[in-house]
């Protein structure tokens, strides 16, 4: 009876310590949370890939730090009719706000990238058609890919984009809001639900220390 006890209070003891383990001291139950403790944790550099836009033409980080400021990412692809168009619609409702600062006399130095991973699609005409139906003003938002199919994989393992083919033509994928500092490194994710949340923070970085 006292072996049977105590081999069940060991056992009990070891799940707590693995739970403890595998959820960072509890503060996460999923793979998503634990990535983004992670990146809030340790920031994730953009890798130096090429890209691709509407009057846009050189390299990610060099984008991302082009204005000293910070910018939120999304990925996209032209062709979608679900996910995406949640995450137009948000964006959307941020470059409104950002306008409104502008308006205000209270510019940030906040931006909006959305990158394409349908890269053989989505050149360069194709990316522009789309900023125009969203009335994305390429100031404040901009829409690239990364026209290397290599390059292009080797930026969504990074930053732990998760995109399949459905064998269609179309694709299913995981949705969030990349907050990116002024030295291109991805140092928040938020869920799209978390707009404002996103935006309020990129605010706030790109005021920078107070």
Known sequence: MLRTALASALLLLGGWAAAGWLTYDYQVWTDEGARRLEVALR??????????????DGSLPALLGADGGVTIVDFIYTHCETVC???????????????????A???????LLSISFDGGR??????????????????????VRVPD?????TLLRTLGVVVVPDGRGDFEHNAALLVFDARGRMVRIFDLAEQQLALNYARHLARGPQ
């Open 43 to 56: 920031p994730v550099a953009a890798p130096s890939v090429a890209v691709q836009g509407p009057g846009l």
């Open 105 to 111: 006399g209270r510019a940030s130095r906040v931006r």
């Open 122 to 143: 989505d050149d360069p005409a194709a990316l522009a058609a789309y900023a125009r139906g969203l009335r994305a003003d390429p100031a404040l938002w901009r829409f």
């Open 85 to 103: 168009l949640s995450l137009g619609s948000s964006f959307q409702q941020m470059q409104a706000v950002l306008q409104a600062d502008q308006a």
């Open 149 to 153: 199919a290599g390059a292009q994989q």
